[in-house]
């Protein structure tokens, strides 16, 4: 399972651990994720996702996951959340079709 945050593409980073005598060794900054279910208000349905505590708290900023995926960018998104966008966007275009007829 790659280490990398579902939602903003956050990744690993490289960089120095440095000793007290300056020496440097290579190490990796690791970003902080953690599984947590979701709610879609659109689908009806709980989301599973593996997400940075920084996606977590864009997530809670911009009103839920519904409007964090409509206003994400495509290419930040994992395989798993793009279907979810798709299907969230495709479920908000046909609402306003059912209630006008």
Do not use: Q, Y
């Amino acid at each position: 399972m790659s280490r990398r945050c579902e939602l903003t593409a956050k990744g690993p980073l490289v960089g120095h651990k440095v000793s007290h005598s300056n020496i440097k060794t290579k190490r990796r900054f690791l970003p902080n994720l953690c599984n947590v279910t979701f709610i879609s208000d659109a689908l009806g349905r709980n989301v599973r996702l593996r997400v940075s505590t920084n996606a977590l708290k864009s997530v809670d900023h911009r009103g839920g996951l519904d409007a964090f995926l409509i206003k994400a960018k495509a290419d930040e998104l994992s395989p798993k959340a793009l279907l979810l966008k798709r299907a969230i966007e495709k479920k908000i275009a046909a609402a306003p079709v059912a209630k006008a007829s």
